[in-house]
């Protein structure tokens, strides 16, 4: 079975879009998602229908939290709004119930079998939500890490892509469908084949035009949002 692993979208329809376009011409059966649905840009709503329409395994992201927080209580709207841009304002005016019932749902971690293998989904690292396990600061984890009993754990957060290996154990990390920080400003995405055990790591090009406007709309003076997109 292939599987599609995707993470840090981040309201970015369009490159989600196209990212599960290339996934099903490579005959993928299940799509594997790892958090970050909003925050930063500003078709969230569209991105979670288009996963819910896919059947998609997901889990909570940092910015889900950030987001239910903000549900409750708008106190510190105008904060995370300075950090991360106005996508978070567009994000709790667009969502829905349905949408916001389903990011209420989502669990931090989820564990799946595929194939005999043992899976484990998560966001930062499998302790802590919004905990970033660098490519380069990987020995620092490796002890805590070895101490989980899977085949694969999946990690997202850090929008870099990542492929690592404690014994017999393959950590991974698909890097961002929404907001890739490597400077190519390409999608970044993940193909697992569990009938090979063979990783591809995948990089692809999308029309980044409208995501280009959106912001200049919407965060006319937050242009470090366009660096990711404009080389």
Not at 32 to 39: E, K, P
Not at 122 to 151: A, M
């Amino acid at each position: 079975m292939k599987v599609c692993v995707i993470s840090d979208i981040h309201g970015n329809y369009d490159a989600l879009k196209k990212c599960i376009e290339e996934a099903k011409k490579l005959d993928v059966k299940k799509f594997l998602c790892l958090g970050d649905y909003v925050g930063y840009y500003y078709e969230p709503e569209k991105c979670i229908d288009l996963l819910l329409d896919l059947n998609a395994v997901c889990i909570k992201g940092n910015h889900e939290k950030i987001f239910l927080d903000l549900v409750k209580n708008k106190r510190k709207l105008r904060y995370y709004a300075s950090k991360y841009g106005n996508g978070i304002k567009v994000a709790l005016k667009k969502l829905k119930k349905k949408h916001i019932n389903f990011i209420k749902k989502l669990p931090n971690t989820k564990k799946i079998t595929i194939n005999k293998k043992k899976i484990l989904l998560c966001h930062g690292s499998p302790w802590k939500n919004n905990e970033y396990v660098y490519p380069n600061k990987f020995l620092k984890f490796k002890r805590k890490l070895s101490n989980y009993n899977f085949d694969n754990i999946l990690l997202g957060h850090t929008h870099i892509q990542m492929k690592k290996k404690i014994n017999s154990k393959v950590i991974l990390n698909p890097g961002s469908v929404g907001q890739p920080r490597d400077g190519e400003g390409l999608i970044k995405w993940l193909i697992i084949d569990y009938s090979k055990m063979r990783y591809e790591f995948k990089k692809t090009f999308f029309d980044n035009t409208k995501i280009i406007k959106q912001v200049m709309t919407y965060d006319k003076n937050k242009k470090n949002l366009l660096k990711y997109f404009i080389k």
